[in-house]
């Protein structure tokens, strides 16, 4: 197993286009995270799956961002009609239910830029 | 909101000195990791702590748990330029809360 895999690391695009990226967790993990985080500062929890149910969102996620993982496996996160202030890193990590409190294993992450 | 205070912000030091960076909150947590993160890569998961008053070694780095599982700190012996980077504390609560991060830059 290669580990977190997110694609791609990165992402330049023009305000009120879309972006979508892919999250590939490590494959036994059932628990994944999406992350977003700004230059220096710490991550920002967004929201979690396990399996292929969504149990968390964050405040943060507004009505332009939407997640999935449809099989349980990967996971998608899209951002609709972007603006400048959605450009960060976004990183997704993955972990078992019995590890999740112990730690997660994240990804390189993808760096978006909106101009 | 950010739960989990650590200072200092940022950190420059020289080559062979030795540091502590803390993690401080309100709020007691399960548990508590650390993590490295360097420029353009996803968080590295240092360490754990679980148990009130634990404390970790890692090679130079000493990680300890506050009594009342409401802070932690991480002392760096001799830190040398390979140290450089983004260290966070992360709890867990009903959530998974990191800190505001402390940068070091080790001089060599």
């Known amino acids: 197993d290669t580990g977190v895999s997110q694609d791609p690391r990165h992402k330049i695009t023009k305000r009120g286009q879309n972006v979508t990226f892919r999250c590939d967790p490590i494959?036994?993990?059932?628990?994944l995270y999406w992350y977003r985080q700004t230059l220096g500062q710490g991550p920002e929890f967004l929201t979690y799956f396990q399996n292929e149910a969504q149990l968390e969102k964050s405040r943060l996620l507004s009505d332009r961002f939407s997640a999935e993982r449809p099989k349980g496996s990967f996971s998608t996160l899209e951002i609709q009609r972007t603006e400048q202030g959605d450009s960060a890193m976004y990183l997704c990590a993955s972990s078992t239910a019995l590890q999740g409190a112990y730690g997660y294993t994240f990804g390189s992450g993808t760096r978006l830029t909106v101009v | 909101t950010q739960l989990l205070e650590q200072s200092p912000q940022f950190l420059s030091i020289q080559e062979g000195e030795n540091l502590t960076v803390y993690c401080n909150s309100s709020s007691v947590f399960s548990s508590l990791q650390w993590y490295r993160q360097e420029p353009g890569e996803g968080p590295v998961l240092l360490v754990t702590?679980?148990?009130?008053?634990e404390v970790k070694k890692l090679k130079r780095l000493t990680f300890q748990f506050g009594d009342a599982r409401k802070d932690s700190s991480l002392h760096i012996t001799a830190a040398q330029p390979g140290d450089t980077g983004l260290y966070l504390c992360a709890g867990t609560g009903n959530q998974f809360y990191f800190g505001t991060g402390t940068s070091l830059t080790v001089i060599p």
């Open positions: 494959s036994e993990h059932n628990r």
């Open positions: 702590v679980v148990t009130g008053g």
